[in-house]
């Protein structure tokens, strides 16, 4: 799940379409993009296939203000119980940020589809996202926070469902020299990762 954090509307919609175009669907546009709002709405325009969630939404006003945008998910950093009802009352996808057991069995009671472990790689990293699956083996978990191509199998095989990504995968460099080839290269090198790492796992 690449996470889109750039400087410019510009940046977010050619990042955007770089990823799409190396075969990744799915994109977080975070809020903080100056004009994110717009963002969501061309990209619902120009990319109709692509699922498109909001990042680093942080009040009510602002996930509804993604939802009429076109957004189909909200993720935030941490946990917001008040967000994760909203979602919940409008029967959108909603991916809360938690690093505590208490935090995931919160979501979970709030009927959160998903949780973003955030930032997983500061607190152990793979061996930390495995520690919170053997409680919770049915919560369905994402990594986030300094996950890169070193440690992205590593992350699959220790229980997560998937991963959150953003300057490992849309480097600043890339985005500035608009250099499609880069990015491209980047999002199959990932999923390739993630391929070969949901193979090896044995099946249930």
């Not at 109709?48 to 939802?67: K, N, S």
């Not at 994760?84 to 919160?106: Q, Y």
């Not at 955030?118 to 607190?123: G, L, Q």
Request: aromatic share 6%.
């Amino acid at each position: 799940m690449p996470a889109i954090r750039v400087p410019t509307a510009a940046d977010a919609l050619f990042g955007a379409a770089a990823i799409f175009r190396g075969g990744i669907r799915v994109i977080e546009l975070t809020m903080t993009v100056p004009g994110a709002i717009g963002v969501i709405k061309e990209l619902r325009r120009t990319h109709p296939e692509m699922v498109i969630g909001a990042g680093t939404v942080l009040t009510i006003e602002t996930a509804e203000a993604c939802l009429d945008a076109g957004a189909e998910f909200i993720t935030s950093p941490g946990l917001d119980l008040d967000i994760v009802e909203f979602a919940v009352r409008r029967n959108v996808v909603v991916i809360p940020g938690v690093l505590t057991p208490t935090e995931v069995m919160l979501s979970r009671k709030a009927g959160a589809d998903f949780v973003k472990v955030f930032p997983c790689a500061s607190v152990g990293g793979p061996s930390y996202i495995h520690a919170l699956k053997a409680p919770f083996p049915d919560v369905r978990m994402i990594a986030s926070g300094g996950v890169n191509q070193q440690t992205a199998g590593d992350f699959i095989r220790a229980g997560a469902i998937a991963l959150g990504i953003r300057e490992e995968l849309i480097p600043a460099e890339a985005i500035e020299g608009r250099d499609l080839d880069w990015i491209r290269e980047l999002t199959h090198r990932f999923q390739a990762i993630v391929k070969r790492a949901r193979n090896a796992m044995p099946k249930h």
